[in-house]
């Protein structure tokens, strides 16, 4: 990377080099001897999914706001990569730079002085943006999600904590594909800015990074994906890319430090946290292994094939199609979630002393929440196609077993410095010694 002292200028044949050095064997279209290639799949980087929604928003998915992002191969690259530095000490030149339309981030360090990083096209890459603006640059509009409520407030709401131009996710366009995650996102003038009361510095090889203000946060679990995985450390991501340990609040000035054995790149089952909303990425390789929706249909119907009673009111019980969602049917099982015994929906045993929010159970005589039970139906959030068993607590979303004990052993950021474990289908926190239960069915007596 060059770094200059001067006029803006002085940018357009370095920029120019650089767009002639990019290859042209790295356009997507093929020639005409590999027409074949037309035919091929189009080429999936992954998908980011948002935690607490179990499949849709409440109000359907509609265009780039929805709850799950697949990431495809561009027709054409609209990467970016660092290109010029100029160090600046009048705001003439600082905004003149910032108006060339071309992809810039502008560090601001005093009145008087910043530093403008200009970048330029890079042909071996795609951009993805992720934010809370419905503003054309941002491919996937993000709101605040509210924990056990399935629902979103606006995203134009002034107590939104998630950032208009969030973050940005960069693939690589030859394999592997390899996905890495950056703070902030480029503007409608293509411009990130950094002013002076956010967190920046200058790097010891003399380049300048910074964080967002409420911060990027990104977890990588430990062996991936799998019912052999654990939680790994919670760090934050810089806006090129930097690894750091969390600051002492989500938005204090002083940086962590520094941790130089990881890296930005993407893995399936990351975690990236725009405060406010958590997304789980999943790559294309680790979706095969995840159940299908109709593989998740198999399995309703084939409990409900079993004919569960209430063990006291002997009634048939059933779960709800995947597309029924919100609406309590009459045929609906309810759990006790403090000991797992599964009912028809009864108006007996509530326990004064607690409020009526709590109910005895008539099998073992232990008092809990009383929930009704729902199918998880956002399959991208389950480690295997296992039997549904287990239900989160206090929520009463049902999975199979290595998929709750997976998700409650996962600490959520929640605020400025808290975490939480909560079920992945509705963001609700998790309660009790595990934070799910094995479901007790009765069967039935013919």
Request: charge should be positive.
């Amino acid at each position: 990377m060059m770094v200059l002292e001067g006029s803006p200028e002085a940018v357009s044949s370095q920029s120019l080099d650089l767009r002639r050095a990019c290859p042209k064997s790295s356009r997507i279209y093929p020639s005409p001897g590999d027409s074949i290639l037309l035919t091929k799949e189009p080429v999936k980087y992954g998908e980011l999914i948002v935690l607490g929604y179990n499949g849709s928003l409440p109000n359907g998915d509609k265009g780039r706001r929805r709850s799950r992002l697949a990431l495809f191969k561009r027709p054409k690259p609209n990467g970016v990569k660092p290109d010029v530095i100029h160090h600046i000490s009048t705001p003439l030149v600082s905004k003149a730079l910032s108006n060339k339309g071309q992809h810039s981030i502008s560090y601001t360090l005093s009145r008087s002085h910043s530093v403008i990083v200009e970048y330029t096209h890079d042909c071996e890459t795609d951009m993805f943006q992720i934010g809370r603006s419905t503003e054309s640059m941002i491919d996937f509009v993000v709101t605040d999600t509210t924990p056990g409520a399935n629902s979103a407030i606006d995203g134009q709401s002034a107590q939104s904590t998630i950032s208009r131009f969030a973050c940005r996710v960069i693939c690589e366009r030859n394999p592997p594909y390899t996905a890495r995650i950056y703070a902030a996102g480029f503007d409608a003038s293509r411009n990130i800015f950094l002013g002076e009361r956010a967190a920046k510095w200058r790097t010891p090889d003399g380049l300048m990074d910074g964080l967002t203000t409420n911060g990027v946060l990104v977890m990588h679990p430990n062996g991936g994906f799998s019912e052999d995985s654990t939680p790994g450390v919670w760090r934050e991501i810089s806006v090129c890319g930097n690894v750091y340990a969390l600051r002492d609040s989500r938005s204090a000035q002083q940086r962590g430090k520094l941790v130089e054995s990881e890296s930005n790149v993407l893995q399936d089952g990351s975690l990236i946290d725009l405060c406010g909303a958590t997304l789980l990425w999943r790559t294309s390789e680790g979706l095969l292994r995840t159940p299908t929706l109709q593989q998740l249909e198999a399995l309703r119907q084939e409990i409900n094939a079993a004919r569960p009673q209430c063990p006291v009111g002997f009634s048939t019980l059933a779960f709800p199609s995947l597309a029924q969602r919100g609406v309590v049917e009459k045929k609906q099982p309810w759990v006790y979630v403090n000991c797992g015994h599964v009912h028809g929906f009864h108006n007996w045993g509530f326990r004064k002393e607690k409020g009526g929010l709590e109910r005895e159970c008539p099998m073992c005589r232990r008092s809990g929440p009383y929930v009704p039970l729902w199918l998880g139906c956002e399959a991208g959030l389950y480690l295997d196609a296992g039997r549904p068993t287990h239900a989160f607590c206090p929520c009463g979303h049902v999975c199979s077993a290595k998929t709750v004990q997976y998700w409650a052993q996962i600490p959520l950021p929640h605020g400025t410095h808290a975490f939480h474990a909560a079920c992945p289908f509705c963001g609700t926190w998790l309660t009790g010694q595990q934070g799910f239960v094995r479901l007790i069915f009765q069967g039935p007596l013919d």
